[in-house]
Nanobody, 123 residues
Framework: QVQLVESGGGLVQAGGSLRLSCAAS????????MGWFRQAPGKEQDFVAT????????YYADFVKGRFTISKDNAKNTVYLQMNSLKPEDTAVYYC????????????????WGQGTQVTVSS
């Protein structure tokens, strides 16, 4: 069992930066691939980024490439999402998720989810 708690969301102006954190409980955190997803009001949930259990492999949605960076600190049981050059269209609730095995871009592959953290980007 893994429990995930996101933090770091908030209100930021366009062009600004935020760093989201996702703290995980459980002794086998290092065995899980992690992902970030987001959901804007009235829209479907979108994949944002994923990272392998080792941290050696990452993959990003096209709309965040070059702006967002996912990283994982197994010693701290934490995964991060550094978000730079934020745009109003990045406004959404951001969720972290954990899965056994390889990285994945489908929410259906993930077994554990956090409660989400709101990110609002003003123009």
């Amino acid at each position: 069992q893994v429990q995930l708690v996101e933090s770091g969301g908030g209100l930021v102006q366009a062009g600004g930066s935020l760093r989201l954190s996702c703290a995980a409980s459980g002794r086998t955190f290092s065995s899980y691939a992690m992902g970030w997803f987001r959901q804007a009001p009235g829209k479907e949930q979108d994949f944002v980024a994923t990272i392998a259990w080792s941290g050696g492999t990452t993959y990003y949605a096209d709309f965040v490439k070059g702006r967002f960076t996912i990283s994982k600190d197994n010693a701290k049981n934490t995964v991060y999402l550094q978000m730079n050059s934020l745009k109003p269209e990045d406004t959404a609730v951001y969720y972290c998720a954990a899965k056994i095995g390889r990285t994945g871009i489908s929410s259906l592959e993930y077994n554990y989810w956090g409660q989400g953290t709101q990110v609002t980007v003003s123009s």
